[in-house]
């Protein structure tokens, strides 16, 4: 799909936007539903955003796919992580036994779950002594995550990871893209005690030292500093945009990875980028809040989960599919024959 | 089922508890899932809360039953709604033809709602000169609400309301309970401007001068300041205690309506009397935050919704199966073969 990065570049110099016009029938309809105005708060909301990048005055939830990547990370030799690599394997494994958190609340939900290790025998390097991955390495699972996505005919999408020291990725991500030292970015991860934070946001530390004056677009900052699963879920947040696919964002890792996407041309944050994701959830992860803050993106969820795997964004899911059915299924106070407020 | 108010009061003095054995078993198969300890945050307690209840290692929400109560209220004679109260039947009307957002919700999500509407021909008392009910009119709703609750096999129960009028109740019963004049428990309802909020508080002073050295229990609370279908809800909610039935508290009103449980007969808060509650939703209704605040309550969801009916409680229900579904279906680290953490 992006035969090089340059053509990735330019894609997000040029994304398709959601259409007005649907949005504004949307807008209209919800003013004739019976409840007061504005009473569904946040699932008005929602269900105008929806139509305007569906273009359907009464948007579809019907299909919702969780695209769920799983990369090693070689910055796990630096000791980031209370877990060996090798659980990433395992996890995998597990996920295609069902027995995750994800395969309980995809099939709770009835949302369909594609598991994507992404050469897990080959981590990237470690980010404290070289760039994580070649050009070429990076292309290839950006080109995965698009691929997954175009290859999806849902009607909502969203992503989760798993990758034993992605918290770390993240973190060192989240700090190019928006400044502050790796103290303001990491946090425990897995369960790391706070002697482990400390040594964790030194790593990051290391690393923005060493790539520093080459972070300056999304394809270098995830070259250098992310990880494979995090390139896919950026690809595949593109590949969305470029097909229209509203987005449900996880938490911190799938927030990281799609952040270096809003660094501009010339330098600027441009968050219109992600105007076709919301936020599912606020981790508790301590970085997530400050990085969604920068990105102007409100959760729908803080219910200090801190897991990954697309579990909040899977819960949010659930919000989304609320928020359309009162927009599809109420009745206008006309068609209901109930005498409206005086204010 | 209560025939005297002291019967009432009495069972609030013996109320069931949860079971510590099944509390303790579902806290230990948390701690042995494949996740990092904690990492599925508020889901881990709502699955630990609810298999204390239920009296189950592992819960069960195949059932989730609304009950919606709706009543009338003579305050409405003193403007303190812009909606007349002719609505509240109108509305009525429209959850039996399936038009309210209730429906729309209940429906998406599988749950069994029941529209149960409280002489609405005949308002209640206007607070400001009268008791709102007599003795016989209050034990008459408690009962009804009980009842429903007695007839229902659901696994999880949630409560809404419909009832023009009664956010100004609310508020009054909120002041009596904890404090504090109108204006500080006040707010816009259905969408009252702010002279419409001032005046509201206004009336609910009134309300409270005249019955302030008389509201020492929750009988008293609720027949002078209360509504048909907040003294239903309340009624009800005791009887869920009663069978250890777990509730999923909506809004405002619905938290109002329970909050006079808590007054003890020496005139204490006991929050443990809702502890087979938990909060779904906070409004955007200004005094909710506080009175989940007071009754130690912390909202799952906090989405700009004002609109009752149970709308809150209903997405909050997803989120409870959501937590069982983890809880019940994730392998354990023996099952998976996984590595553990070294912390």
Same mark, same amino acid.
């Given at each position: 799909?992006f035969?090089?990065?340059?053509?990735f570049?330019?894609?997000?110099?040029n994304l398709p936007?959601?259409s007005a016009?649907f949005r504004?029938?949307?807008?209209?309809?919800?003013?004739?539903?019976t409840k *007061?105005?504005g009473?569904?708060?946040?699932?008005?909301d929602?269900?105008?955003?929806?139509?305007?990048w569906q273009?359907?005055?009464?948007?579809?939830?019907d299909?919702?796919?969780a695209?769920l990547?799983?990369g090693?990370? =070689?910055?796990?030799?630096?000791?980031?992580?209370p877990f *060996?690599?090798?659980?990433t394997a395992?996890?995998?494994?597990?996920?295609?036994?069902?027995?995750? &958190?994800?395969?309980?609340?995809?099939?709770?939900?009835?949302?369909e779950?594609?598991?994507?290790p992404?050469?897990?025998?080959?981590?990237?390097?470690?980010?404290?002594?070289d760039a994580a991955?070649?050009?070429?390495?990076?292309?290839?699972?950006?080109?995965?995550?698009?691929?997954?996505?175009n290859?999806c005919?849902?009607?909502?999408?969203?992503? @989760?990871e798993m @990758?034993?020291?992605?918290?770390t990725?993240?973190a060192?991500?989240a700090a &190019?893209v928006?400044?502050?030292e790796?103290?303001?970015?990491?946090?425990p991860?897995t369960g790391?005690?706070?002697? =482990?934070?400390?040594?964790?946001a030194s790593?990051? $530390?290391?690393?923005l030292?060493?790539?520093?004056?080459?972070?300056?677009n999304?394809?270098?900052?995830?070259?250098?500093l992310?990880?494979r699963?995090?390139?896919?879920?950026m690809g595949g947040?593109?590949?969305?945009?470029l097909?229209?696919? %509203?987005v449900?964002?996880?938490?911190?890792?799938?927030?990281?990875?799609v952040? %270096?996407?809003?660094?501009s041309?010339?330098q600027?944050?441009?968050r219109?980028?992600?105007a076709?994701?919301i936020?599912?959830?606020c981790s508790a992860e %301590?970085g997530?809040?400050r990085?969604?803050?920068?990105? =102007?993106?409100? %959760?729908?969820?803080?219910? $200090?989960?801190?897991?990954?795997e697309?579990t909040?964004?899977?819960?949010?899911?659930?919000?989304?599919?609320?928020?359309v059915s009162?927009?599809?299924?109420?009745?206008?106070?006309?068609?209901?024959?109930?005498?409206?407020?005086?204010v």
């Amino acid at each position: 799909m992006f035969d090089h990065p340059s053509q990735f570049l330019d894609a997000l110099e040029n994304l398709p936007v959601a259409s007005a016009e649907f949005r504004d029938l949307a807008l209209k309809r919800q003013a004739q539903l019976t409840k *007061p105005a504005g009473a569904l708060g946040r699932l008005e909301d929602i269900a105008i955003w929806l139509a305007g990048w569906q273009a359907r005055e009464k948007p579809v939830v019907d299909r919702v796919t969780a695209l769920l990547f799983a990369g090693n990370h =070689g910055v796990v030799e630096e000791g980031v992580s209370p877990f *060996p690599a090798s659980v990433t394997a395992q996890m995998v494994e597990n996920f295609k036994q069902g027995g995750a &958190a994800i395969n309980a609340l995809t099939q709770q939900f009835g949302h369909e779950l594609s598991v994507i290790p992404l050469d897990l025998e080959r981590p990237t390097r470690n980010m404290t002594v070289d760039a994580a991955m070649s050009e070429d390495e990076l292309l290839d699972v950006i080109n995965i995550g698009a691929a997954a996505v175009n290859d999806c005919s849902a009607d909502v999408i969203y992503f @989760g990871e798993m @990758g034993i020291g992605n918290t770390t990725t993240a973190a060192a991500i989240a700090a &190019a893209v928006f400044g502050g030292e790796g103290a303001s970015w990491a946090g425990p991860g897995t369960g790391l005690e706070k002697a =482990g934070v400390v040594h964790k946001a030194s790593v990051i $530390d290391r690393a923005l030292a060493l790539h520093r004056s080459e972070l300056s677009n999304p394809v270098e900052i995830m070259r250098r500093l992310g990880g494979r699963e995090l390139a896919a879920i950026m690809g595949g947040v593109v590949a969305a945009r470029l097909k229209r696919l %509203p987005v449900i964002l996880d938490g911190f890792v799938v927030t990281a990875a799609v952040a %270096p996407l809003c660094v501009s041309a010339d330098q600027r944050i441009k968050r219109d980028v992600l105007a076709h994701c919301i936020a599912g959830h606020c981790s508790a992860e %301590p970085g997530h809040i400050r990085l969604l803050e920068e990105l =102007g993106l409100k %959760p729908l969820l803080t219910l $200090d989960m801190r897991l990954g795997e697309g579990t909040g964004a899977a819960l949010a899911a659930e919000l989304v599919r609320g928020a359309v059915s009162t927009h599809n299924q109420m009745a206008t106070f006309a068609e209901a024959q109930i005498s409206g407020g005086e204010v």
